[in-house]
Nanobody, 125 residues
Framework: VQLQASGGGLVQAGGSLRISCAASGRTFSKTNMGWFRQAPGKEREFVAAISLSGRSTNYADSVKGRFTISRDGAKNTVYLQMNSLKPEDTAVYLC???????????????????WGQGTQVTVSS
């Protein structure tokens, strides 16, 4: 299984960015997907997740109402649309794959079996 994240960059506070994660090596329709982030000196934290069907999503309180997770089965890709970005959103964003066949948008790190390399998102004030 490979996860390739892309789309990160530098954006001003209040701006928007969409990051992507392309998955390969497993039937995409049978995987739950998640986004996590890690800032320097901080622990990895949950951002958003989407179930294998796409019908269920889950968000951290800190991003609820600003971020939207979605998936495109035809492209084997999961997206994270980030609006109203804040400097505290600055981090490396990592996508993760949960190979369970049970549809569930988990916020737990331990639920995910594979991790991508991450993409840097920097929000300037």
């Amino acid at each position: 299984v490979q996860l390739q994240a892309s789309g990160g960059g530098l954006v001003q506070a209040g701006g928007s960015l969409r990051i992507s994660c392309a998955a390969s090596g497993r039937t995409f329709s049978k995987t739950n997907m998640g986004w996590f982030r890690q800032a320097p000196g901080k622990e990895r934290e949950f951002v958003a997740a989407i179930s294998l069907s796409g019908r269920s999503t889950n968000y951290a309180d800190s991003v609820k109402g600003r971020f939207t997770i979605s998936r495109d089965g035809a492209k084997n890709t999961v997206y994270l649309q980030m609006n109203s970005l804040k400097p505290e959103d600055t981090a490396v964003y990592l996508c993760a794959l949960d190979q369970s066949d049970i549809p569930y948008a988990s916020s737990r790190l331990a639920a995910y079996d594979y991790w991508g390399q991450g993409t840097q998102v920097t929000v300037s004030s």
